[in-house]
């Protein structure tokens, strides 16, 4: 079982009842939710002076936008190469020299595709 989120309006309430004097207890069972959600909610609210969620981690993105949009206008301009060609013609582009997969590339190509019939 993981963590269930609660929504931002109901972690404000939280804090409301705390500034109210509320207990934990009191306050978990006004909000329908856990004791340590409540705790926790009033620790991130004293130490962040908010209750907004915190940005997740995760791998840098290997390409930049212009670069994307390059490897865009060679794939529209080249529908026929695979993503084999693709990928290296777009490594004679790049200005960060950092290896790009085939697999980046056809992420990007397919992310394009959704983009596009929007």
């Not at 404000?12 to 004097?21: E, P, T």
């Not at 009033?42 to 940005?55: A, L, Q, T, Y």
């Not at 206008?73 to 693709?86: C, E, G, H, M, T």
Request: hydrophobic share 30%; charged share 30%.
């Amino acid at each position: 079982m993981g963590r269930k989120r609660i929504e931002t309006q109901v972690k404000w309430q939280i804090v409301a009842y705390y500034k109210l004097n509320y207990h934990p207890n009191q306050i978990a069972s006004l909000c329908n939710c856990s004791r340590g959600c409540v705790v926790n909610t009033i620790r991130n609210w004293k130490e962040n002076g908010g209750v907004g969620d915190k940005s997740r981690s995760g791998r840098p993105r290997v390409s930049t936008e212009k670069e994307d949009k390059t490897l865009f206008k060679l794939a529209r301009n080249n529908p026929r190469w695979s993503v084999r060609k693709l990928t290296g013609e777009w490594r004679t582009y790049q200005s960060s020299k950092s290896s790009i997969g085939r697999s980046t590339v056809n992420r990007r190509l397919l992310d394009f595709r959704k983009f596009a019939q929007i």
